[in-house]
């Protein structure tokens, strides 16, 4: 079984849309959550941590539920330039500081 | 703001031969790591690096694969032998500490092996 799990899609969405990924990990003793954004070829970076009383940054909410392991992100009222892939991350602190990914999920907001 | 930056961008290399990535993190951090991505394939971990010594590696780096921090700012990845599979997305990372804080990461440096 895959540590993070995730739809690779892509989601073809218009824009104003809301779209909602999910994802789960198979580590229970997982501790941190995150979910990171990666353009084409280019590096990952932060979207927002995961808190487990859920938490809004903007347009975007992320959800965690730790009974069933699962994550999700909801972006509300997309925009163009929120196409990209996006990354379930997960940190195990007894596995050092480590990072284990998901193999994305692939956004495209189309006019 | 501040940033971890990498060299080279690009590199083709023939196989067999050695490699070497260079990454300067971010100044006040603590925690170094390496990642790749294989093209098509998600982001792996290498290992992480604490204290001028390696504290987490994967199974990915194995005897082929070294790290070092040769002065107070340059973090480099060397690949002793390049095999075709090498080929992928070489991220550096660096954190201010270990627990809880968030890993920021280079643009990458592209290894072709040939």
């Known amino acids: 079984r895959k540590e993070v799990e995730q739809d690779p899609g892509p989601f073809n969405v218009p824009e104003g849309a809301t779209v909602a990924f999910n994802c789960t990990y198979s580590?229970?003793?997982?501790?941190?959550f995150f979910w990171y954004r990666q353009d084409c070829r280019k590096e990952p970076k932060l979207l927002m941590s995961?808190?487990?009383s859920g938490n809004e940054d903007g347009r975007f909410t992320a959800q965690l539920n730790r009974a069933s392991q699962y994550i999700s992100l909801l972006i509300r009222d997309s925009k163009l330039s929120d196409s990209a892939t996006y990354l379930c991350?997960?940190?195990?602190?007894?596995?050092?500081?480590?990072?284990?990914f998901g193999g994305g999920t692939r956004l495209m907001v189309k006019p | 703001e501040p940033e971890v930056t990498q060299t080279p961008s690009h590199q083709v290399t023939q196989m067999g031969q050695e490699v070497i990535l260079r990454c300067v993190p971010i100044?006040?951090?603590?925690?170094f790591y390496w990642y790749r991505q294989i093209l098509g394939q998600k982001v792996e971990f290498l290992v992480s690096?604490?204290?001028?010594?390696?504290?987490?590696k994967s199974e990915i780096f194995d005897d082929q694969f070294s790290v070092e921090r040769p002065d107070g700012s340059n973090f480099t990845l060397k690949i002793r032998s390049t095999k075709l599979e090498d080929s992928a997305m070489y991220f550096c990372?660096?954190?201010?500490?270990?627990?809880?804080?968030?890993?920021?990461f280079g643009e990458g440096s592209w290894l072709t092996v040939v």
């Open positions: 990372a660096s954190s201010e500490d270990r627990a809880r804080n968030t890993i920021y």
């Open positions: 580590n229970s003793a997982s501790q941190s």
């Open positions: 995961v808190y487990s």
């Open positions: 991350v997960v940190n195990s602190y007894n596995a050092g500081n480590m990072l284990t």
């Open positions: 100044s006040n951090h603590l925690y």
């Open positions: 690096f604490y204290n001028n010594e390696i504290s987490e």
